[in-house]
């Protein structure tokens, strides 16, 4: 089975433009997140959804961030206006209902710069 | 507030042991799980503790005690591709949700 697919890997952007990553959890789990790693902040959740409704969105810093889940196959985070400090590697992972404790599947993540 | 506290470094050699503590206060308790993160990569989750006790995972063992809020990790019989950060993680607010809440994290350094 393919693992949680993660697009683009790596963003170079300038400050102000809007930045939009992708996200195919792995099929059949129920649960999606996303994550933001920094050295300062360490690994941080932002949102999560549970069969594509959001569930705590506490973690998303301000109204510049936003995530969707169309569909149990796919979802988005999107900064907009994107600034130096957005600058990341953005972790998406999903894990069934029935998973083993709290075993979550991580995605090669995408490396954000906002210049 | 709600915290795991975890040493920043630790360094071995091959073939020794080594132990990962991790200290928690959080508003719930729902298991202590482990995390291992190599330089660019992606978590994996290594184990899971429910109840107080030592969990057995080929090389690695992790332990919990709830009644002192800690847990460790256990690496036997390190190897190079060991040299890797480890996270523990507990999940916040009890089993209502399932928001993990991970440690600072501790990069082991395995040397030859």
């Known amino acids: 089975d393919a693992g949680v697919i993660q697009s683009p890997r790596h963003e170079v952007t300038e400050m102000g433009q809007e930045v939009t990553l992708r996200c195919k959890p792995i099929s059949g789990h129920d649960y999606l997140f996303w994550y933001r790693q920094t050295m300062m902040r360490g690994l941080e959740l932002l949102i999560y959804?549970?069969?594509?409704?959001?569930?705590?969105d506490s973690g998303m810093p301000e109204d510049r961030f936003s995530a969707k889940m169309p569909n149990a196959s796919f979802s988005t985070l999107k900064i907009q206006p994107s600034e130096p400090r957005d600058s990341a590697v953005y972790f998406c992972?999903?894990?069934?209902?029935?998973?083993?404790?709290?075993?979550?599947?991580f995605g090669p993540g995408t490396r954000l710069t906002v210049l | 507030g709600q915290s795991l506290e975890q040493p920043s470094e630790v360094t071995a050699v091959e073939g020794a042991i080594v132990q990962i503590n991790c200290t928690y206060q959080?508003?719930?308790?729902?298991?202590l799980s482990w995390y291992q993160q190599h330089d660019g990569g992606a978590p994996t989750f290594l184990s899971y503790n429910a109840l107080d006790g030592l969990e057995e995972t080929g090389r690695f063992s992790s332990f919990l005690s709830r009644s002192d809020s800690y847990g460790y990790l256990l690496l036997q019989e390190l190897q190079m591709k060991d040299s890797a950060s480890y996270f523990c993680?507990?999940?916040?607010?009890?089993?209502?949700?399932?928001?993990?809440?991970f440690g600072t994290g501790t990069l082991l350094a395995v040397q030859p």
């Open positions: 992972a999903s894990r069934k209902l029935a998973g083993v404790g709290n075993e979550q599947f």
């Open positions: 959080t508003s719930g308790f729902y298991g």
């Open positions: 993680a507990v999940r916040d607010g009890g089993g209502a949700t399932n928001k993990l809440i």
């Open positions: 959804f549970n069969n594509n409704v959001p569930i705590d």
